[in-house]
């Protein structure tokens, strides 16, 4: 099991919003936990950023179970709910808990502002196709993220720098392997939350491909 110092939401203060917290050398990961870690880079070029997953059935061809938040923001609002196992307030790779099992990534949403610049926000739905992979318990998974200059082979060998100052983190750092291509219908409306992510659990998806050797960094999102 996962033993945590600090609770995985982390609790924030009105009116204010809450950094992510280091996890210590205590903290422990391996290959007989019942979760997978997921790893993505930090996007860094917003104020707040959530990346949607959304757990798919491929036999029945549609979305499963609840929809997960994984906040790669170094300050958010609600609390992150990632771990940062490097130093500083911006690292480069968020940590994230997944129950094992077959996903997608299907949105994103960011929230910029600034003391000079007003405040925008970014919605993009990844309804026209987008990879669908598996998280195993017990291993470290890298995930392709929307960073333009991401590749999977440095964040590989990145995390497992990382994670070597941690000697109870035993798990080991695996690519993601794409299982297919898929894409969805997005309803009418503005907004990622009800364009894309409203009533998603048990919406169909069509297969547009599948895939047996590749790795996510080399299928680039469809935009």
Same mark, same amino acid.
């Given at each position: 099991?996962?033993? %945590?110092?600090?609770?995985?939401?982390?609790?924030?203060?009105?009116?204010?919003?809450?950094?992510?917290?280091?996890?210590?050398?205590?903290?422990?990961?391996?290959?007989?936990?019942?979760?997978?870690?997921?790893?993505?880079?930090?996007?860094?070029?917003?104020?707040?950023?959530?990346?949607?997953?959304?757990?798919?059935? $491929?036999?029945?061809?549609?979305?499963?179970?609840?929809? %997960?938040?994984?906040?790669?923001?170094?300050?958010?609002?609600?609390?992150?709910?990632?771990?940062?196992?490097?130093?500083?307030?911006?690292?480069?790779?968020?940590? $994230?808990?997944?129950?094992?099992?077959?996903?997608?990534?299907?949105?994103?949403?960011? @929230?910029?502002?600034?003391?000079?610049?007003?405040?925008?926000?970014? /919605?993009?739905?990844?309804?026209?196709?987008?990879?669908?992979?598996?998280?195993?318990?017990?291993?470290?998974?890298?995930?392709?993220?929307?960073?333009?200059?991401?590749?999977?082979?440095?964040?590989?060998?990145?995390?497992?720098?990382?994670?070597? /100052?941690?000697?109870?983190?035993?798990?080991?750092?695996?690519?993601?392997?794409?299982?297919?291509?898929?894409?969805? /219908?997005?309803?009418?409306?503005?907004?990622?939350?009800?364009?894309?992510?409203?009533?998603?659990?048990?919406?169909? @998806?069509?297969?547009?491909?599948?895939?047996?050797?590749?790795?996510?960094?080399?299928?680039?999102?469809?935009?």
């Amino acid at each position: 099991m996962i033993r %945590l110092i600090v609770p995985l939401l982390l609790i924030f203060v009105l009116g204010a919003c809450t950094p992510v917290q280091k996890q210590n050398k205590n903290f422990e990961f391996g290959a007989k936990d019942i979760t997978g870690l997921a790893v993505l880079k930090n996007p860094q070029i917003t104020n707040e950023s959530t990346i949607y997953f959304q757990s798919v059935d $491929l036999d029945q061809k549609i979305f499963v179970g609840e929809t %997960l938040e994984f906040r790669v923001c170094g300050v958010c609002f609600p609390a992150s709910n990632t771990y940062n196992f490097e130093k500083g307030e911006n690292p480069d790779y968020k940590f $994230l808990p997944f129950p094992p099992g077959i996903y997608a990534m299907v949105g994103l949403y960011s @929230f910029e502002f600034g003391p000079f610049t007003p405040a925008k926000n970014i /919605h993009r739905c990844y309804s026209k196709g987008t990879v669908v992979f598996e998280v195993k318990a017990g291993e470290i998974i890298v995930l392709s993220s929307p960073v333009k200059n991401d590749t999977e082979n440095k964040s590989v060998e990145r995390i497992k720098s990382i994670i070597s /100052h941690y000697p109870k983190i035993t798990a080991d750092v695996v690519k993601s392997k794409p299982l297919a291509i898929i894409s969805f /219908h997005s309803k009418a409306g503005r907004g990622l939350r009800v364009a894309c992510l409203k009533d998603i659990t048990g919406r169909p @998806f069509n297969i547009l491909k599948k895939y047996q050797k590749e790795t996510i960094a080399q299928l680039r999102l469809r935009k």
